[in-house]
């Protein structure tokens, strides 16, 4: 269930770069039709039937089922400069604090009625800091964190659930599969307040995966906390996402934390596109996106369709040249165009083409050769040549 609402940021990616808007629409529509299911009190539960359109469980939190879809709403409004999708979050955020909210710690409720059904803390909620810190809030977020991390230090790591009220762990979720939440959110507050205490969480994550849960051949994950016994998997999110985040914590100078000083300017054929001048979004498994080059290929994206209709028509006359004049094109492939704008257009090419017939070392399938800005233009690719 959880997948179908968490498809914002990378389908308007999507749709961005190919400049088809099927993908962000689909997205969008799957979040307005939850938006439109909440309760009165304003809350969700976590599990939907898709066909019926009914909860099936309701018991609103932030964690397991609604997880990303919170994650989202932020992380797409930011990314996408999108005021709605902020103000739904921020309309959710006001019910969860009203309802769920006790001391900093965030409960399970029941989503008509607001009565708590869990006073338990799952590990997956552990992002809930860092997603406070994205929308600027840092006290309610360094005071949830701060719980979190002594249930780190009671345990030396995040069980899967935690019973508040009783202070330990649920039966049959006493595991740790080394997962990153709490130490994501620990990377977000220290950018936005240098306190060391996240720093410190930070050193104690290491030294847990350093201690407890590395073997041979990786790291794995720990199957309970209590007697830190193992089970035979490492978790693909330990990798993508717990070392990067660790990484990210540790590292100020990473370009990831850019915060605009320093950016590349690069000129397309139609405009300049600023790159890499920080602002990263994460997707839910920790894959950067740079919203300033998203932003520019979303701006581009009708000049690119009829670029890519000239090429489609370029290619097809090419198809059908060498299919008719086989001495001449059959011998090898087409010469690249000699600069910017030349190889949108056909003739231009030919006439490159039938001045230099020997140069051609090129292998039949190269990538078309138009100079390397346009490409950017085109594919939406975001990195520098080094030239
Ligand atoms: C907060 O909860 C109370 C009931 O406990 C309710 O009357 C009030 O409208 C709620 N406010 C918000 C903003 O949800
Ligand atoms: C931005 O980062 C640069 C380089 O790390 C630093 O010198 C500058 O003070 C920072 N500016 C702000 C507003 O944080
Ligand atoms: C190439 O040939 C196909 C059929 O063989 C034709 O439909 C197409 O219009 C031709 N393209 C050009 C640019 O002449």
């Known amino acids: 269930m959880a997948l179908l609402w968490t498809f914002i940021v990378e389908f308007a990616t999507l749709s961005s770069l190919t400049g088809d808007p099927v993908f962000e629409d689909v997205a969008r529509a799957a979040l307005m039709r939850l938006w439109e299911s909440r309760s009165d009190i304003g809350l969700v539960g976590n599990h939907i039937d898709v066909l019926t359109g009914k909860w099936v469980a309701q018991d609103a939190g932030i964690g397991a089922g609604v997880d990303s879809y919170f994650e989202y709403l932020v992380k797409g409004a930011i990314l996408l400069q999108d005021k709605k999708l902020m103000a739904m979050f921020l309309e959710y955020n006001k019910a969860i604090r009203n309802y769920t909210r006790f001391?900093?710690?965030?409960?399970?409720?029941?989503?008509?009625?607001?009565?708590?059904?869990?006073?338990?803390?799952?590990?997956?909620?552990?992002?809930?800091?860092?997603?406070?810190?994205?929308?600027?809030?840092?006290?309610?977020?360094?005071?949830?964190?701060?719980?979190?991390?002594?249930?780190?230090?009671?345990?030396?790591?995040?069980?899967?659930?935690?019973?508040?009220?009783?202070?330990?762990?649920?039966?049959?979720?006493?595991?740790?599969?080394?997962?990153?939440?709490?130490?994501?959110?620990?990377?977000?507050?220290?950018?936005?307040?240098?306190?060391?205490?996240?720093?410190?969480?930070?050193?104690?994550?290491?030294e847990s995966i350093e201690k407890i849960s590395k073997v041979e051949c990786g790291f794995a994950t720990i199957k309970d906390l209590r007697d830190h016994k193992l089970d035979n998997r490492m978790e693909s999110f330990f990798l993508a996402e717990t070392v990067k985040y660790l990484y990210l914590l540790f590292d100020p100078d990473n370009f990831i934390h850019n915060n605009g000083s320093t950016f590349d300017a690069v000129i397309t054929p139609y405009g300049e596109c600023i790159l890499g001048a920080g602002g990263y979004i994460f997707n839910t498994e920790a894959h950067p996106i740079d919203p300033a080059a998203l932003h520019c290929c979303r701006r581009l994206k009708e000049e690119q369709w009829e670029v890519e209709d000239l090429m489609r028509e370029f290619y097809s006359l090419k198809r059908n040249r060498s299919r008719f004049q086989k001495t001449t094109m059959s011998s090898g492939p087409w010469e690249p165009p000699a600069g910017p704008g030349t190889f949108s257009s056909p003739e231009n090419h030919d006439e490159t083409r039938e001045k230099k017939p020997a140069k051609q070392k090129i292998p039949l399938l190269s990538c078309p050769s138009q100079p390397f800005t346009s490409k950017l233009a085109l594919l939406g690719q975001v990195f520098l040549d080094s030239s």
């Open 103 to 206: 001391d900093d710690w965030y409960l399970w409720v029941q989503m008509y009625k607001g009565t708590v059904s869990m006073p338990v803390f799952q590990s997956l909620e552990a992002y809930w800091p860092g997603l406070q810190s994205l929308i600027g809030d840092i006290d309610n977020a360094m005071r949830t964190f701060l719980n979190y991390y002594t249930v780190w230090k009671q345990f030396g790591g995040l069980p899967e659930f935690y019973n508040i009220p009783q202070g330990y762990t649920v039966e049959k979720r006493e595991g740790y599969p080394l997962r990153p939440e709490l130490i994501e959110s620990a990377m977000y507050l220290y950018r936005a307040t240098g306190d060391p205490t996240l720093l410190e969480l930070g050193r104690d994550a290491v």
